[in-house]
């Protein structure tokens, strides 16, 4: 079984399991940061492609942890961080990975929103070395071995 297909299969699981537990999840700081790293996926390369944009809003709209949350909501912070990125690349990592750093004394948060960034990460077939690089960034963040996600 191919790496991503591993971590598809884990991070359904585990997506599975979190719906169940999703109104400990309903707080500003898990949405914030589910946000951030969704932001810090689409840019994984240094950049942010509008259609990148658009199809990553739209499995955030999709995604069942997410839908305890307002979609306009969402999608604003979702915005909000993604121009932070467009704008000064480094500092905007910088500060959406301080977001998700919050939810350190939150280890299930930190992993429910870990989980999110791999999904999104993995949603067009191909979880990139970028991609894997900036999910292993906002593991450390967390205090989460990244080899708990198989990276």
Same mark, same amino acid.
């Given at each position: 079984?191919?790496?991503?297909? !591993? *971590?598809?299969? %884990? ?6 399991? @979190? =719906? ?5 999840? %309903? ?10 790293? /969704?932001?810090l996926?689409s ?8 259609? $990148?944009? !658009?199809k990553?809003?739209? @499995? ?12 306009a909501? @969402? %999608?604003? =912070?979702?915005?909000?961080? /993604?121009?932070?990125?467009?704008? &000064?690349?480094?500092?905007? =990592?910088?500060e ?6 919050? @939810? =350190?004394?939150?280890? $299930?948060? +930190?992993?429910?929103?870990?989980s ?6 993995? +949603? &067009? ?6 991609? %894997? ?5 906002? /593991? ?10 198989? *990276?």
């Amino acid at each position: 079984m191919a790496l991503w297909d !591993q *971590l598809r299969s %884990r991070t359904q699981t585990m997506s599975a399991q @979190l =719906k169940t537990k999703s109104d400990q999840f %309903r707080n500003k700081e898990f949405a914030n940061a589910s946000m951030a790293m /969704c932001a810090l996926i689409s840019a994984a390369d240094g950049s942010i492609e509008p259609t $990148e944009r !658009q199809k990553t809003a739209a @499995l955030i709209a999709n995604n069942e942890i997410l839908s305890i949350f307002d979609a306009a909501e @969402l %999608r604003q =912070k979702f915005d909000w961080y /993604c121009d932070k990125l467009n704008q &000064d690349f480094d500092f905007g =990592k910088v500060e959406a990975v301080a977001t998700v750093g919050k @939810l =350190k004394s939150k280890p $299930e948060q +930190a992993r429910a929103v870990i989980s999110i960034g791999i999904i999104i990460g993995g +949603a &067009d077939g191909d979880f990139d070395q970028h991609e %894997r690089k900036t999910v292993r960034d906002v /593991c450390f963040a967390v205090g989460i071995p990244p080899t708990e996600f198989d *990276l």
